[in-house]
């Protein structure tokens, strides 16, 4: 299927790599204007550039609340409203839970869910005029927590639980947990090689998923299809096929769309 995004005014925060950029790259390719919004401004440029027609770059640090509502009031001046906001970063070290201090829990719940938090807070009002869509990358791993990941799977689980907060107190926003499953992306580049090897070797023999994983575009091409409906989606999740390629990807939805295997 093609999406068609073709007017849409979208901001996607974490938009400098990953499943993030391949978000923005993508929807601007369905005819969306795409802001671009994340730390590391000369990436986003790149991307923004890339994208072309409307597209443009915001810089932005989730973890410092007055940017989370400079940069979603800035993309809605330029844009002229918004009709979806993405809520992409997803960060998180590898650690046991014995040597996870507060300096690590501290930068993942900033970053992982008060910055998600303070980006909704900000895009209510817009999303209200335009009876638009908030998208949370959550996780896979929520309820059933990677040895080694376990402060990562808990902010993430407090994504999941604000979703659903979010669409009882504002039932005329369309807030979609999107559960990403293990995706190649730069997620893994700082985690130790050592201590690496003994997770991954722990999680196949104690069946955690760890054999196949997703490219960023196959995940933000589902995502994409998400942002082009009009459908009230609470949650869906990708995983991929662990016995076949990363380009057959098996899909799990709640009633609000079909079920089915996308191929």
Known sequence: MVADLTGKRILVVGASSGIGRAIGML?????????FAARRIERLEQAAAEAGGNSFALACDVRRPEECQRVTDQAAEVLG?????????????????????????????????????????A???H??????RLLLLGSSSVGHPYPGLVPY????????????????????????????GPTATEFANDWDPVLAGDMFTRWEAEGYPAGAAATPDEMAAQMVQVLA???????????????????????????????????
């Open 27 to 35: 929807s601007a390719v369905a005819g969306a204007d795409v802001a």
């Open 81 to 121: 409203g918004l009709d979806a906001v993405v809520y992409a970063p997803g960060l998180s070290a590898l650690s046991r839970f014995e040597d996870a201090g507060e300096d690590l829990w501290r930068v993942l719940v900033e970053t992982n869910i008060i910055g998600a938090a303070m980006v909704a807070r």
């Open 123 to 125: 895009a209510l009002t």
């Open 127 to 132: 999303l209200c005029a335009s009876r638009g």
């Open 153 to 180: 799977a808990t902010t993430k689980a407090a994504l999941h639980e604000m979703a659903r907060g979010l669409r009882g107190e504002y039932p005329w926003l369309r807030v979609t947990t999107f559960v990403v």
């Open 229 to 263: 409906s009009e459908a009230n989606i609470p949650e869906i999740g990708v995983m991929p096929v662990v016995d076949a390629t990363s380009e057959t990807m098996e899909r799990w939805a709640l009633p609000t769309i079909d079920r089915g295997v996308s191929r």
